[in-house]
Protein backbone atom coordinates (compact mmCIF):
# COMPACT_ATOMS: atom_id res chain seq x y z
CA UNK A 1 0.00 0.00 0.00
CA UNK A 2 0.98 3.68 -1.03
CA UNK A 3 1.03 6.38 1.71
CA UNK A 4 -1.95 8.24 -0.02
CA UNK A 5 -3.81 5.15 0.20
CA UNK A 6 -2.84 4.95 3.68
CA UNK A 7 -3.87 8.08 4.11
CA UNK A 8 -7.18 7.84 2.94
CA UNK A 9 -7.85 4.59 4.92
CA UNK A 10 -6.79 6.01 8.04
CA UNK A 11 -8.62 9.77 6.96
CA UNK A 12 -11.88 7.22 6.18
CA UNK A 13 -11.41 5.29 9.86
CA UNK A 14 -10.97 7.96 11.99
CA UNK A 15 -14.24 10.09 10.80
CA UNK A 16 -16.63 7.02 10.85
CA UNK A 17 -15.12 5.67 13.98
CA UNK A 18 -16.49 8.91 15.39
CA UNK A 19 -20.20 8.47 14.15
CA UNK A 20 -20.51 4.78 14.94
CA UNK A 21 -19.59 5.94 18.43
CA UNK A 22 -22.69 7.31 18.20
CA UNK A 23 -24.88 4.85 16.29
CA UNK A 24 -23.78 2.38 18.60
CA UNK A 25 -25.13 4.01 22.36
CA UNK A 26 -28.44 4.22 20.90
CA UNK A 27 -28.32 0.40 19.26
CA UNK A 28 -27.09 -0.12 23.36
CA UNK A 29 -29.86 1.28 24.70
CA UNK A 30 -32.34 -0.18 23.14
CA UNK A 31 -31.17 -3.57 23.24
CA UNK A 32 -30.34 -3.50 26.78
CA UNK A 33 -33.73 -1.82 27.76
CA UNK A 34 -35.99 -3.53 25.66
CA UNK A 35 -35.00 -5.55 22.53
CA UNK A 36 -31.81 -6.80 21.24
CA UNK A 37 -33.31 -9.02 18.10
CA UNK A 38 -35.49 -5.62 17.46
CA UNK A 39 -32.54 -3.30 17.92
CA UNK A 40 -30.24 -5.38 15.62
CA UNK A 41 -32.84 -6.26 12.84
CA UNK A 42 -33.20 -2.18 12.89
CA UNK A 43 -29.76 -1.92 12.63
CA UNK A 44 -29.45 -4.66 9.69
CA UNK A 45 -32.09 -2.66 7.92
CA UNK A 46 -30.41 0.50 8.06
CA UNK A 47 -26.93 -0.95 7.12
CA UNK A 48 -28.95 -2.36 3.87
CA UNK A 49 -30.19 0.66 2.77
CA UNK A 50 -27.14 2.67 3.19
CA UNK A 51 -25.59 0.04 1.43
CA UNK A 52 -28.11 1.07 -1.15
CA UNK A 53 -28.02 4.44 -1.37
CA UNK A 54 -24.12 4.46 -1.59
CA UNK A 55 -23.82 2.79 -4.56
CA UNK A 56 -26.66 4.53 -6.15
CA UNK A 57 -24.63 8.28 -5.04
CA UNK A 58 -21.14 6.83 -6.15
CA UNK A 59 -22.59 6.00 -9.58
CA UNK A 60 -24.28 9.05 -10.31
CA UNK A 61 -21.84 11.23 -9.61
CA UNK A 62 -19.53 9.53 -11.27
CA UNK A 63 -21.11 9.23 -14.57
CA UNK A 64 -22.80 13.08 -14.50
CA UNK A 65 -20.67 15.28 -13.42
CA UNK A 66 -16.68 15.85 -15.00
CA UNK A 67 -13.76 15.24 -12.75
CA UNK A 68 -12.93 19.19 -11.80
CA UNK A 69 -17.09 19.50 -11.25
CA UNK A 70 -16.80 16.78 -9.04
CA UNK A 71 -14.05 17.92 -7.23
CA UNK A 72 -15.65 21.35 -7.17
CA UNK A 73 -19.03 19.71 -5.85
CA UNK A 74 -17.63 16.92 -2.98
CA UNK A 75 -14.73 19.67 -1.73
CA UNK A 76 -17.29 22.39 -1.17
CA UNK A 77 -19.50 19.38 0.63
CA UNK A 78 -16.80 18.26 2.54
CA UNK A 79 -15.52 21.87 3.50
CA UNK A 80 -19.13 22.87 4.95
CA UNK A 81 -19.31 19.53 6.61
CA UNK A 82 -15.66 19.64 8.25
CA UNK A 83 -16.51 23.71 9.37
CA UNK A 84 -19.72 22.75 11.32
CA UNK A 85 -17.55 20.09 13.37
CA UNK A 86 -15.17 22.63 14.01
CA UNK A 87 -17.49 25.23 15.24
CA UNK A 88 -18.85 22.89 17.81
CA UNK A 89 -15.18 21.98 18.57
CA UNK A 90 -14.45 25.44 19.17
CA UNK A 91 -17.08 26.30 20.94
CA UNK A 92 -16.81 23.23 23.22
CA UNK A 93 -13.17 24.06 23.54
CA UNK A 94 -13.80 27.97 24.39
CA UNK A 95 -16.77 27.13 27.19
CA UNK A 96 -19.58 28.56 25.31
CA UNK A 97 -21.11 24.66 24.41
CA UNK A 98 -21.44 21.56 26.42
CA UNK A 99 -19.18 18.76 25.94
CA UNK A 100 -20.85 15.70 23.69
CA UNK A 101 -21.43 12.95 26.66
CA UNK A 102 -22.27 9.54 25.41
CA UNK A 103 -23.33 8.60 29.12
CA UNK A 104 -26.07 11.72 29.00
CA UNK A 105 -27.10 10.27 25.42
CA UNK A 106 -27.61 6.67 26.56
CA UNK A 107 -29.38 7.32 30.13
CA UNK A 108 -31.66 9.61 27.61
CA UNK A 109 -32.39 6.83 25.53
CA UNK A 110 -33.37 4.51 28.21
CA UNK A 111 -35.96 6.65 29.47
CA UNK A 112 -37.39 7.16 26.80
CA UNK A 113 -36.97 3.05 25.86
CA UNK A 114 -38.83 2.75 29.09
CA UNK A 115 -41.39 5.12 28.83
CA UNK A 116 -42.82 3.91 25.86
CA UNK A 117 -44.58 1.05 27.03
CA UNK A 118 -44.03 -2.77 26.19
CA UNK A 119 -44.20 -3.93 22.36
CA UNK A 120 -47.16 -6.75 22.06
CA UNK A 121 -45.83 -8.26 18.52
CA UNK A 122 -42.90 -10.95 17.94
CA UNK A 123 -40.68 -7.20 16.92
CA UNK A 124 -40.79 -4.38 19.31
CA UNK A 125 -41.03 -1.56 16.49
CA UNK A 126 -39.60 0.95 19.17
CA UNK A 127 -36.58 -0.56 19.41
CA UNK A 128 -36.48 -1.06 15.76
CA UNK A 129 -37.38 2.13 14.41
CA UNK A 130 -35.17 4.05 17.26
CA UNK A 131 -32.05 1.67 15.92
CA UNK A 132 -33.20 2.27 12.73
CA UNK A 133 -33.34 5.68 12.43
CA UNK A 134 -29.99 6.60 14.58
CA UNK A 135 -28.01 3.85 13.08
CA UNK A 136 -29.56 5.54 8.83
CA UNK A 137 -28.17 8.63 10.30
CA UNK A 138 -25.21 8.27 11.22
CA UNK A 139 -24.72 6.15 8.76
CA UNK A 140 -26.00 8.78 6.02
CA UNK A 141 -22.73 10.77 7.13
CA UNK A 142 -20.44 7.68 6.90
CA UNK A 143 -21.79 6.81 3.40
CA UNK A 144 -20.85 11.07 2.86
CA UNK A 145 -17.03 10.31 3.93
CA UNK A 146 -16.92 7.43 2.06
CA UNK A 147 -17.97 8.37 -1.08
CA UNK A 148 -16.22 11.73 -0.92
CA UNK A 149 -13.31 10.39 -0.17
CA UNK A 150 -13.34 7.49 -2.18
CA UNK A 151 -14.08 9.29 -5.29
CA UNK A 152 -11.48 12.15 -5.17
CA UNK A 153 -8.96 10.17 -4.08
CA UNK A 154 -10.47 7.73 -6.97
CA UNK A 155 -10.26 4.44 -4.31
CA UNK A 156 -13.64 4.10 -3.23
CA UNK A 157 -12.94 0.22 -2.36
CA UNK A 158 -10.20 1.22 -0.15
CA UNK A 159 -12.52 4.12 1.39
CA UNK A 160 -14.97 1.48 1.97
CA UNK A 161 -12.60 -0.46 3.73
CA UNK A 162 -11.31 2.06 6.31
CA UNK A 163 -15.16 2.60 7.03
CA UNK A 164 -16.03 -1.17 7.40
CA UNK A 165 -12.90 -1.46 9.81
CA UNK A 166 -14.56 1.18 11.85
CA UNK A 167 -17.71 -0.04 11.80
CA UNK A 168 -16.29 -3.82 13.37
CA UNK A 169 -13.79 -1.51 16.22
CA UNK A 170 -16.62 0.08 17.13
CA UNK A 171 -18.63 -3.05 17.89
CA UNK A 172 -15.68 -5.38 19.12
CA UNK A 173 -14.92 -1.99 22.03
CA UNK A 174 -18.93 -1.65 22.60
CA UNK A 175 -18.83 -5.87 22.98
CA UNK A 176 -16.21 -6.13 25.17
CA UNK A 177 -17.26 -2.85 27.72
CA UNK A 178 -20.78 -3.72 27.83
CA UNK A 179 -21.59 0.04 28.05
CA UNK A 180 -21.59 2.94 26.45
CA UNK A 181 -17.62 4.01 24.80
CA UNK A 182 -18.08 7.02 26.77
CA UNK A 183 -13.88 6.25 27.83
CA UNK A 184 -13.56 7.52 24.14
CA UNK A 185 -12.46 11.03 24.26
CA UNK A 186 -15.53 11.76 21.29
CA UNK A 187 -14.77 15.54 21.64
CA UNK A 188 -11.06 15.56 20.94
CA UNK A 189 -11.85 13.04 17.78
CA UNK A 190 -14.18 15.14 16.34
CA UNK A 191 -12.08 18.34 16.60
CA UNK A 192 -9.69 16.10 14.66
CA UNK A 193 -11.81 14.68 11.99
CA UNK A 194 -13.07 18.24 11.62
CA UNK A 195 -9.78 19.83 11.08
CA UNK A 196 -9.47 17.08 8.10
CA UNK A 197 -12.30 17.33 6.54
CA UNK A 198 -12.05 20.99 6.47
CA UNK A 199 -8.19 20.41 4.74
CA UNK A 200 -9.48 18.14 2.33
CA UNK A 201 -12.58 19.67 1.57
CA UNK A 202 -10.36 23.04 0.88
CA UNK A 203 -8.00 20.88 -1.26
CA UNK A 204 -10.62 19.17 -3.49
CA UNK A 205 -12.84 22.67 -3.80
CA UNK A 206 -9.80 24.65 -5.27
CA UNK A 207 -8.66 21.87 -7.64
CA UNK A 208 -12.42 21.39 -8.48
CA UNK A 209 -12.62 26.07 -9.55
CA UNK A 210 -10.66 24.68 -12.39
CA UNK A 211 -14.27 23.71 -14.04
CA UNK A 212 -14.88 27.36 -14.97
CA UNK A 213 -11.41 28.10 -16.95
CA UNK A 214 -10.89 26.90 -20.49
CA UNK A 215 -10.71 23.02 -21.16
CA UNK A 216 -12.46 22.61 -17.90
CA UNK A 217 -9.01 20.89 -15.94
CA UNK A 218 -8.79 20.66 -12.06
CA UNK A 219 -6.19 23.51 -10.85
CA UNK A 220 -2.95 22.17 -9.21
CA UNK A 221 -1.76 23.09 -6.07
CA UNK A 222 2.12 23.55 -5.07
CA UNK A 223 3.30 19.95 -3.55
CA UNK A 224 0.77 18.34 -5.25
CA UNK A 225 -0.79 15.82 -1.58
CA UNK A 226 1.69 17.86 0.57
CA UNK A 227 -0.29 20.81 0.42
CA UNK A 228 -3.22 18.94 2.40
CA UNK A 229 -0.37 19.01 5.71
CA UNK A 230 -0.26 22.99 5.36
CA UNK A 231 -3.94 23.64 4.77
CA UNK A 232 -4.12 21.18 7.94
CA UNK A 233 -1.97 23.17 10.35
CA UNK A 234 -3.67 26.50 8.74
CA UNK A 235 -7.15 25.16 10.16
CA UNK A 236 -5.28 24.04 13.22
CA UNK A 237 -3.83 27.19 14.14
CA UNK A 238 -6.84 29.32 12.60
CA UNK A 239 -9.06 27.22 15.05
CA UNK A 240 -7.19 28.01 18.30
CA UNK A 241 -7.45 31.79 17.65
CA UNK A 242 -10.83 31.20 17.80
CA UNK A 243 -10.73 29.31 20.86
CA UNK A 244 -8.41 31.71 22.44
CA UNK A 245 -10.89 34.74 21.21
CA UNK A 246 -14.00 32.99 22.35
CA UNK A 247 -12.68 31.77 25.59
CA UNK A 248 -14.58 32.69 28.49
CA UNK A 249 -13.68 32.88 32.10
CA UNK A 250 -16.95 31.56 33.41
CA UNK A 251 -15.91 28.39 31.96
CA UNK A 252 -14.51 25.53 33.93
CA UNK A 253 -12.39 22.56 33.23
CA UNK A 254 -14.02 18.87 33.74
CA UNK A 255 -12.68 15.79 35.64
CA UNK A 256 -11.73 15.14 31.89
CA UNK A 257 -9.52 17.85 31.16
CA UNK A 258 -12.26 19.36 28.58
CA UNK A 259 -14.27 22.61 28.96
CA UNK A 260 -17.50 22.02 30.23
CA UNK A 261 -20.36 25.31 29.82
CA UNK A 262 -20.42 26.72 32.71
CA UNK A 263 -24.24 27.09 34.63
CA UNK A 264 -25.35 30.74 35.32
Known sequence: MTAATWGLTIATFVACFVEMVEATTIVMAMGFTRSWRSALTGTAAALGVLAIVT???????????????????????????????LRKAIL?????????????????????????????GSLDMFAFMVSFKGVFLEGMEVVFIVITFGLNAKNVPVASIGAAAAVVTVLIIAIAARRPLSMINENLLKYGVGLMLASFGTYWAVEGIGIFRAGHGSLSWPGADLSILALLVVWFVLSRIFIAVLRTPASVPSARGAVVEAKK
Not at 58 to 82: M, N, V
Not at 94 to 119: F, L, M, N, T
Open 55 to 85: AFAGYALTTWLPESALQLAIGGLLLIFGLQW
Open 92 to 120: RSSGRKAVHDEDAIYREEVEAAKAAGQST
